[in-house]
Protein backbone atom coordinates (compact mmCIF):
# COMPACT_ATOMS: atom_id res chain seq x y z
CA UNK A 1 0.00 0.00 0.00
CA UNK A 2 0.96 3.75 -0.77
CA UNK A 3 0.13 6.11 1.60
CA UNK A 4 0.22 9.93 0.34
CA UNK A 5 0.75 12.86 2.47
CA UNK A 6 0.18 16.71 1.46
CA UNK A 7 1.65 19.89 2.70
CA UNK A 8 2.13 23.21 1.72
CA UNK A 9 -1.42 24.46 1.37
CA UNK A 10 -3.10 28.08 2.92
CA UNK A 11 -4.44 31.14 2.35
CA UNK A 12 -3.09 33.36 -0.01
CA UNK A 13 -4.02 36.66 -1.85
CA UNK A 14 -4.11 36.33 -5.47
CA UNK A 15 -1.49 37.05 -7.72
CA UNK A 16 0.90 35.07 -4.57
CA UNK A 17 2.47 31.80 -5.07
CA UNK A 18 2.12 28.73 -3.01
CA UNK A 19 4.31 25.50 -3.28
CA UNK A 20 2.32 22.35 -2.37
CA UNK A 21 4.35 18.85 -1.62
CA UNK A 22 3.17 15.16 -1.38
CA UNK A 23 5.36 12.65 0.32
CA UNK A 24 4.75 9.04 -0.36
CA UNK A 25 5.78 6.10 2.06
CA UNK A 26 5.02 2.35 2.42
CA UNK A 27 5.77 0.70 -0.76
CA UNK A 28 8.25 3.18 -2.51
CA UNK A 29 7.17 4.71 -5.76
CA UNK A 30 9.10 2.91 -9.30
CA UNK A 31 9.51 3.19 -12.72
CA UNK A 32 5.99 2.64 -14.33
CA UNK A 33 4.56 5.16 -11.40
CA UNK A 34 2.52 8.14 -12.22
CA UNK A 35 2.28 10.83 -8.78
CA UNK A 36 -0.49 13.69 -9.38
CA UNK A 37 -2.47 16.57 -8.27
CA UNK A 38 -6.33 17.12 -9.05
CA UNK A 39 -8.79 19.67 -6.71
CA UNK A 40 -12.17 19.79 -5.57
CA UNK A 41 -13.57 23.21 -5.36
CA UNK A 42 -17.14 23.71 -2.90
CA UNK A 43 -19.90 21.87 -4.89
CA UNK A 44 -17.70 20.70 -7.54
CA UNK A 45 -16.65 17.63 -8.44
CA UNK A 46 -13.06 16.61 -7.90
CA UNK A 47 -10.82 17.98 -11.39
CA UNK A 48 -7.23 16.88 -12.62
CA UNK A 49 -4.89 19.25 -12.48
CA UNK A 50 -1.62 17.95 -13.65
CA UNK A 51 0.52 14.80 -13.28
CA UNK A 52 4.57 13.53 -14.27
CA UNK A 53 5.11 10.05 -14.70
CA UNK A 54 8.48 8.34 -13.44
CA UNK A 55 10.28 9.46 -16.73
CA UNK A 56 9.33 13.33 -16.18
CA UNK A 57 6.82 13.76 -18.70
CA UNK A 58 3.98 16.05 -17.65
CA UNK A 59 0.35 16.59 -18.12
CA UNK A 60 -1.57 19.26 -17.31
CA UNK A 61 -5.51 20.95 -17.32
CA UNK A 62 -5.56 23.92 -19.39
CA UNK A 63 -6.96 25.67 -17.37
CA UNK A 64 -3.81 25.54 -15.38
CA UNK A 65 -0.80 25.74 -17.60
CA UNK A 66 1.86 28.05 -17.91
CA UNK A 67 0.97 29.34 -13.90
CA UNK A 68 1.55 25.31 -12.47
CA UNK A 69 4.59 23.12 -12.19
CA UNK A 70 4.75 19.78 -11.74
CA UNK A 71 7.76 18.03 -10.63
CA UNK A 72 8.98 15.09 -9.01
CA UNK A 73 11.95 13.55 -7.19
CA UNK A 74 11.92 9.83 -7.49
CA UNK A 75 14.52 9.01 -4.97
CA UNK A 76 12.41 11.15 -2.48
CA UNK A 77 9.30 9.58 -3.40
CA UNK A 78 7.98 13.46 -3.72
CA UNK A 79 5.79 15.26 -6.17
CA UNK A 80 5.37 19.06 -5.81
CA UNK A 81 3.24 21.35 -7.51
CA UNK A 82 4.19 25.45 -8.05
CA UNK A 83 1.30 27.01 -8.11
CA UNK A 84 1.72 30.88 -9.32
CA UNK A 85 -0.99 33.73 -10.40
CA UNK A 86 -3.02 32.16 -8.10
CA UNK A 87 -6.30 33.11 -8.60
CA UNK A 88 -10.02 32.84 -6.05
CA UNK A 89 -10.95 30.10 -8.89
CA UNK A 90 -8.03 27.80 -7.67
CA UNK A 91 -9.35 27.90 -4.08
CA UNK A 92 -9.92 24.21 -3.70
CA UNK A 93 -8.64 21.01 -2.02
CA UNK A 94 -5.68 19.42 -3.17
CA UNK A 95 -4.68 15.92 -3.42
CA UNK A 96 -2.23 14.23 -4.01
CA UNK A 97 -2.51 10.66 -6.05
CA UNK A 98 -0.37 8.17 -7.48
CA UNK A 99 -0.93 5.38 -9.70
CA UNK A 100 0.28 2.82 -12.07
CA UNK A 101 -0.95 3.14 -15.59
CA UNK A 102 -0.78 5.44 -18.23
CA UNK A 103 -0.31 9.23 -17.76
CA UNK A 104 -2.57 10.34 -20.54
CA UNK A 105 -5.48 8.29 -18.65
CA UNK A 106 -6.66 10.56 -15.97
CA UNK A 107 -9.45 8.80 -14.51
CA UNK A 108 -7.88 5.78 -12.83
CA UNK A 109 -5.67 6.77 -9.93
CA UNK A 110 -5.94 4.31 -7.43
CA UNK A 111 -3.78 6.27 -4.25
CA UNK A 112 -4.94 9.45 -2.45
CA UNK A 113 -3.81 11.68 -0.10
CA UNK A 114 -5.92 13.38 2.34
CA UNK A 115 -5.83 16.78 0.70
CA UNK A 116 -4.86 20.47 2.03
CA UNK A 117 -6.66 23.83 1.40
CA UNK A 118 -5.62 26.31 -0.84
CA UNK A 119 -7.57 29.44 -0.35
CA UNK A 120 -7.00 32.44 -2.78
CA UNK A 121 -8.78 35.72 -1.63
CA UNK A 122 -9.28 38.55 -3.72
Known amino acids: QVQLVESGGGLVQAGGSLRLSCAAS?????????MGWFRQAPGKEREFVAA???????DYADSVKGRFIISRDNIKNTVSLQIDSLKPEDTAVYYC???????????????WGQGTQVTVSS
Open 26 to 34: GLPLSVGSV
Open 97 to 111: TAKYSSITRRDDYKY
Open 52 to 58: INWGGNR
